[in-house]
């Protein structure tokens, strides 16, 4: 079954950390994975993400505070989050697009609440 698991979500205060993470599951060749966020109301907007040749690209408003890293063994993209603000609350999706099948994925989304 080909899924993207997510986990690691939840409430923390402002200024705080949390990492998340998403493992793919029967998905092969992927070529880019990575978050989009959504918060009630807006669009669903790039978090960050990274490619296969390790090259990111990340949200101007989360520079400097996330870090989106890959595990290609282990077909696992964590996203370290520091310095946290009430507005990175969101529900935030794992994506990833693999090459092979030319096919896009979505994860079921956790919830990401930062308290002011």
């Known amino acids: 079954q080909e899924q993207l698991v997510e986990s690691g979500g939840g409430l923390v205060q402002s200024g705080g950390s949390l990492r998340l993470s998403c493992a793919a599951s029967?998905?092969?060749?992927?070529?880019?994975i990575g978050w989009y966020r959504q918060a009630p109301g807006v669009q669903r907007d790039l978090v960050a993400i990274v490619d296969n040749d390790g090259s990111t690209n990340y949200a101007d408003s989360v520079k400097g505070r996330f870090t989106i890293s890959r595990d290609n063994a282990k077909n696992t993209v964590y996203l370290q989050m520091d310095s946290l603000k009430p507005e990175d609350t969101a529900v935030y999706y794992c994506?990833?697009?693999?090459w092979g099948r030319g096919k896009e994925y979505w994860g079921q989304g956790t919830q990401v609440t930062v308290s002011s």
């Open positions: 994506y990833a697009y693999s």
């Open positions: 029967g998905i092969f060749s992927i070529k880019t």
